[in-house]
DNA sequence: TGACTAAGTGTTCACACGACACTATTCTAG
DNA sequence: CTAGAATAGTGTCGTGTGAACACTTAGTCA
């Protein structure tokens, strides 16, 4: 029995939700899209795995990382019989990526618009899109997608584009603010328009 | 690399969340209480794994089960490399349990006061009361644990019981009602002193 | 200097939740 | 048969939270 992990890297990109897929050249699934993702050696950890891969095939160092769930269905994989645990991950959209990649092979897509995809990826990408959609209720995911200093419109973009909705500006002004979780700096973007002032996140 | 299944089967007695803990007879850990568990066989899928197990070490059928978390740190198992897949579930205190167990071996520990715990247990443990605590805000979770039928004093105590506080009677029967998750049959339970009104879930 | 663009700002209403105490019904024991 | 014990059942008010909703301000660029 082997085991894999199987990493949902999320970004923002152009307003949009976006993650992270790898053009597979092996067979099973050859030139089909899957997660990134690989097999645990036998002395690392399942959480390491998911870190070393993430540094192996998408170049992200130290970004924020979450066991998901495991799917161990005997079909799931045709090579025999693999259990996999998938992982979400977080990047902002500054950092830069695919390092340790060929270009041609790993690309963003946005979570509504996705190709294909090997395996039962699918499921573990929707699986993923509606933890961190809940998450976002009850913690302060979104962060993570930002970087340090950021304006409360791009804070409010990111909310967006993983709920899918239009939020109103006011009210989520005020509810990030009262909660505390997001503190101001004395300093402002001049990003063409009026300058936004920038937040830091609170701890 | 070889995958375990271990449940945490959560149920009420005597107003207080209990769950089912089994001794050990073999190496390592002989005499010390364990979940019930096993490995992942070749042709089943990790969920059917979990149920089995359930089966053949508790004796129930058919109940409420969920994936938790997969602990899979290297040294967490002296046998070896071993990555677990942690389940909880929910039986209510009318039914039957251990019928395929020796009774000497298999007993309910109140989730505040239990015995050492083989391997890493109490973490799974503090994972899956964690869980159950949490989802009792969001969810229905909590109506595994009683019959089809129950009055709405014995559903308090169930919340209680999961969440270690006494709630308020009026405001725990207005909340669950206006929230239309059970409806009300026309009998009632004579148990005692004034008969209660028994309710069930609505869907 | 006028037009465009994004930033920033308050009020009102509905609803959910918490705190809080008494009456009603049945059984049991004297 | 009557008193007491035990549990079922019930309403109000104050507070906080979330949703709806429109205009002013500051800067850039043509």
Redesign the pocket.
């Known amino acids: 029995m082997r085991v894999t992990v199987d990493i949902v890297l999320f970004t923002i990109r152009e307003r949009r939700l976006h993650l992270l897929l790898i053009r597979r050249l092996a067979e099973p699934f050859a030139g089909c899209f899957a997660l990134p993702g690989g097999f645990v050696l036998p002395d690392e950890s399942v959480d390491a795995a998911a870190a070393r891969e993430l540094r192996e095939e998408a170049g992200v160092e130290s970004v924020y990382l979450e066991q998901l769930y495991t799917f161990g269905e005997p079909g799931r994989d045709p090579r025999g019989r693999i259990i996999t645990v998938a992982y979400y991950a977080m990047v902002p959209q500054t950092q830069s990526l695919q390092a340790g990649t060929d270009a041609a092979d790993a690309a963003w897509f946005p979570v509504d618009a996705l190709p294909p995809l090997a395996f039962d990826h699918l499921a573990i990408v929707q699986y993923a899109h509606t933890r961190i959609r809940n998450k976002l209720g009850y913690t302060n995911v979104g962060f993570e997608l930002l970087p340090a200093k950021f304006?409360?419109?791009?804070l409010q973009v990111v909310h967006e584009a993983i709920l899918g909705e239009p939020l109103?500006?006011?009210?989520f002004?005020?509810?990030v603010q009262?909660?505390g979780i997001v503190k101001p700096t004395k300093e402002?973007q001049?990003?063409?328009?009026?300058?936004?002032?920038l937040f830091r996140f609170k701890d």
């Open positions: 304006t409360l419109s791009e109103d500006k006011r009210n002004r005020r509810r009262l909660q402002f001049a990003t063409g328009r009026k300058p936004a002032q």
